[in-house]
């Protein structure tokens, strides 16, 4: 009866999504990404928002269906165009970030459709990161590569999200042409309590940055974690320590 009742909630809320998507209720909310050495706005990750339900269920109901692509069409334009105007609003070379869903990135159109985005919306490809975890980039590790190769020759840079939350992380990494890790905020939670923790994230970084790779620490909260980062050689921080994600109004407020 249970299993019956969720289904049901489920249907409806997907039904309401549909709605909304065409009634263009959706919501793109920016949490901005800051270079730790200078504390200055380098970015943005987009991320929706839609009548205050957790993102990570509508994006796991979007994709039983076909919803989901029209959700990351809706997401990724919106988030192209307002970047494109901020940076020549305010004369910024802003980095955004999109996340690409598992049903998204295993999509055989998946090049075609950020192309045409990049075109429809004219927006510059070296300013364009995509964020894919490693649970989906280790399940088919060859066309994985395939892909990232692609997007790479395009000029896109990809970021590795959730980073040591997954399977296999260490395994792939020598395979994978990534640029970025994101260390997962359940490793920043704990950084300044315990030395083990601290020692992780450390080392982490370390290996990192002989890959060339650039590394980004997630749910920064505390003013205290910020500067063991910042002694850890951490790259980038994301959190609500510097802001929660905003919506676009407030987030342009941000950029001076
Ligand atoms: P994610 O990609 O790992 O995004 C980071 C999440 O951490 C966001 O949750 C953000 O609001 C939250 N966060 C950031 N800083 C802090 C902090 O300091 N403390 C805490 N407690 N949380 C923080 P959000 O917005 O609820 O999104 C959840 C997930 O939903 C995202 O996780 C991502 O996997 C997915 N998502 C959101 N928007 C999109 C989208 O447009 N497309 C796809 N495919 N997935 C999306
Ligand atoms: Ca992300
Ligand atoms: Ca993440």
């Not at 997907?14 to 920016?30: D, G, M, Q, R, T």
């Not at 802003?94 to 919306?121: C, G, H, P």
Request: glycine share 4%; aromatic share 10%; with cysteine.
């Amino acid at each position: 009866m249970e299993y019956y009742l969720k289904n049901i909630d489920n249907g409806s809320i997907l039904e309401n999504l549909k709605n909304s998507i065409v009634k263009e209720e959706l919501k793109v909310y920016y949490q901005p990404r800051i270079n730790i050495l200078n504390e200055s706005i380098i970015g943005m990750e987009a991320l929706l928002r839609w009548n205050n339900i957790s993102p990570s269920k509508v994006i796991a109901l979007a994709e039983q269906s076909n919803l989901i692509y029209e959700i990351s069409d809706y997401v990724t334009k919106i988030a192209c165009e307002e970047t494109s105007l901020w940076n020549l609003k305010k004369g910024k070379n802003l980095i955004l970030s999109v996340n690409i869903s598992a049903k998204q990135f295993e999509n055989r159109n998946f090049i075609f459709w950020l192309t045409d985005i990049l075109y429809e919306t004219g927006f510059n490809p070296e300013q364009l990161e995509i964020e894919i975890t490693e649970n989906i980039a280790v399940r088919n590790i060859e066309r994985t590569v395939e892909i990232l190769r692609e997007l790479k020759a395009l000029g896109i840079k990809i970021a590795l999200d959730d980073f040591g939350t997954g399977y296999s992380s260490f395994k792939y990494l020598n395979k994978l042409p990534i640029d970025i890790i994101k260390i997962d905020k359940s490793f920043v939670d704990g950084i300044t309590l315990d030395k083990k923790q601290e020692i992780i994230v450390s080392k982490i970084i370390e290996m990192a940055h002989c890959l060339n790779l650039k590394v980004i620490a997630e749910g920064v909260e505390l003013f205290e974690q910020f500067q063991m980062l910042k002694k850890l050689n951490c790259d980038e921080a994301q959190g609500f320590y510097f802001s929660k994600p905003l919506r676009s109004s407030e987030f342009e407020k941000l950029i001076i």
